[in-house]
Antibody
Framework: QVQLQQSGPGLVKPSQTLSLTCAIS??????????WNWIRQSPSRGLEWLGR?????????DYAVSVKSRITIKPDTAKNQFSLQLNSVTPEDTAVYYC??????????WGQGTTVTVSS | EIVLTQSPGTLSLSPGERATLSCRAS???????LVWYRQKPGQAPRLLIY???NRAPGIPDRFSGSGSGTDFSLTISGLEPEDFAVYYC???????????FGQGTKLEIK
């Protein structure tokens, strides 16, 4: 059974960096059939895909245009996890952040969600 | 950018009734990439339907999906108490790669 366990702070100051980690059990971040997504949800923006990483002989990264200049997603094969870094956050980045596994373009396994508030 | 519009915004029905939820795309999308989720309060979305009409593992057969092109629907036959939640459609596009979600339909008890 695949499970995703998220960790990271729930409060980030404006202009700082939001950092979250998603630990994978029951699958591998290096899987040649899965992709690993970060998605957030807020009342104002709904569900919003942020980016993904996946491995197909080499590592690939795709990012949403809305955050492309501020986002980095990194796999960690040693710990079988992947991370999200979002720089220069503002209160508009306040949301529930989810990691998710994509198999065949559907997100079939989700993390538990992390509520992140951007406030001084 | 393809926009997904879900209707109605809120649907009020009674347990045992049939629900039909709509997801309309601003341009044609591949049925292979059209997905439905259910989200209960305080929980992550749960995959119900992938490829427009395929039930995900463990999803009961009262859930069915259909559609093609720009019009897709999710039907729930015989509503159970746990079905009263918010439903989202999602599509994936390969160029540029990304996922977009509808704004959701809230299914509430009448």
């Amino acid at each position: 059974q695949v499970q995703l366990q998220q960790s990271g702070p729930g409060l980030v100051k404006p202009s700082q960096t939001l950092s979250l980690t998603c630990a994978i059990s029951g699958d591998s971040v290096s899987s040649n059939s899965a992709a690993w997504n970060w998605i957030r949800q807020s009342p104002s923006r709904g569900l919003e895909w942020l980016g993904r990483t996946y491995h197909r002989s080499k590592w690939y990264y795709d990012y949403a245009v809305s955050v492309k200049s501020r986002i980095t997603i990194k796999p960690d094969t040693a710990k079988n996890q992947f991370s999200l870094q979002l720089n220069s956050v503002t209160p508009e980045d306040t949301a529930v952040y989810y990691c998710a596994r994509d198999l065949y373009s559907s997100n079939d396994v989700w993390g538990q969600g992390t509520t992140v508030t951007v406030s001084s | 950018e393809i926009v997904l519009t879900q209707s109605p915004g809120t649907l009020s029905l009674s347990p045992g009734e049939r629900a039909t939820l709509s997801c309309r795309a601003s341009q044609s999308v591949s049925s292979s990439y059209l997905v439905w989720y259910r989200q209960k309060p305080g929980q992550a979305p749960r995959l119900l339907i992938y490829g427009a009409s395929n039930r995900a593992p463990g999803i009961p057969d009262r859930f069915s999906g259909s559609g093609s092109g720009t019009d897709f629907s999710l039907t729930i036959s015989g509503l159970e108490p746990e079905d009263f939640a918010v439903y989202y459609c999602q599509q994936f596009v390969s160029s540029p790669p990304g996922y977009t979600f509808g704004q959701g339909t809230k299914l509430e008890i009448k």
